[in-house]
């Protein structure tokens, strides 16, 4: 019985993990991971589109700031990648995105989230 | 065919994961494979080193890559050059070689006459920030000109595919850098990044 409830669980919390990394308000945006949970490959991503001209994605590790892109225009994703700014624990990151006239600036967490 | 004990139990755990799994949908809406990012992933072969710059400091060279996403957009990317190679500094200090993949930053030249984009790099304990404002415009663009927070203005020529890098001393706000862009007609586009 108690296998069935960690079970249960475990579904459960892998389930909302992944809501929280990647969704759609308008455009979709989010937490992106690269080729793996854990290959220190991930991207802070946001969609243009909603009429938004501004978006930013900046990328966190254990609460710190590691960098981060703003692009400008109508169709450009603002797509910040891990990697080009060091080499970082994957499931202790958030990115920290908004876009201008459609969604504030908010935090979203690794799938994975263990910090 | 009879399931042994073990397996009847594991097989159970699966199938009530897989209902938690669904109990938690309930209240976190539809799964996030529905919701899938615009592919920035790279085609094979389409990417050049579009052009670079020095660093304002001693540090490598940037560099930006240009390349055509498999959904058809115009994808730049920024990152360090050494001995003609495309990557980035690890915070060890050392240089790693990125293969162009979906790093870059797509849009769709057919609607903007530019990608743009800028890339913040904090201080570190090895390097000082820098700001890096770096895109891809299309081929009627004639001229580009950035304007520094000192107020120089600084014109930007891109490369064969369109790519083009400013990298900048320091955490510059992106209003501080307005971009002009004129086309081959005459027509001009101001964006700062408001």
């Known amino acids: 019985m108690l296998a069935l409830v960690c079970a249960f669980s475990f579904g459960a919390i892998v389930r909302v993990a992944l809501a929280t990394s990647y969704h759609t308000t308008c455009v979709g945006h989010g937490f992106v991971h690269g080729g793996s949970l854990n290959d220190a490959s991930f991207f802070g991503r946001v969609d243009p589109g ?6 930013n994605c900046y990328l ?29 624990t994957e499931c202790a990151s958030t990115t920290h995105v908004d876009s201008q006239g459609v969604f504030s600036n908010h935090v979203h967490k690794a799938a994975n989230w263990c910090a | ?12 755990m699966v199938a009530t994961a897989a209902i938690g799994v669904s109990a938690a949908s309930a209240f976190v809406g539809p799964p996030p494979a529905v919701v899938t990012p615009r592919s920035p992933v790279a085609q094979p072969g389409s990417d050049r080193i579009d052009q670079t710059r020095p660093d304002p400091g001693s540090g490598l060279d940037w560099g930006v890559r240009s390349y055509a996403s498999t959904s058809g957009a115009s994808c730049t990317e920024v990152g360090r050059m050494s001995a003609g190679r495309f990557g980035h500094i ?8 990125a293969a162009v993949r979906e790093g870059g930053t797509c849009g769709n030249l057919a609607v903007e006459p530019v990608v743009l984009a800028i890339n913040h790099y904090p201080a570190t304990a090895r390097d000082a920030p820098r700001t890096v404002l770096f895109g891809r415009a299309r081929p009627d663009v004639a001229a580009i000109r950035v304007t ?16 083009f890098v ?9 209003t501080a850098l307005p971009v002009q862009v004129t086309l081959t007609d005459g027509q001009s586009q101001t964006f700062d990044w408001r």
């Open chain 1, 50 to 55: 909603c009429g938004s001209t501004l978006r």
């Open chain 1, 60 to 88: 966190y590790t254990y609460g710190s700031y590691i960098g981060g892109q703003t692009v400008t225009g109508t169709s450009a994703t603002c797509n910040a990648w891990s990697r080009s700014f060091g080499y970082y």
């Open chain 2, 90 to 97: 690890r915070a060890d200090g050392s240089f790693e070689p």
């Open chain 2, 148 to 163: 520094g927070p000192d107020g120089t203005e600084r014109p930007l020529v891109a490369g064969a595919a369109g790519g």
């Open chain 2, 166 to 174: 400013l990298p900048l001393a320091g955490a510059v706000a992106p």
């Open chain 2, 1 to 12: 065919m009879r399931l042994t004990g073990p397996v009847k139990t594991g097989a159970a």
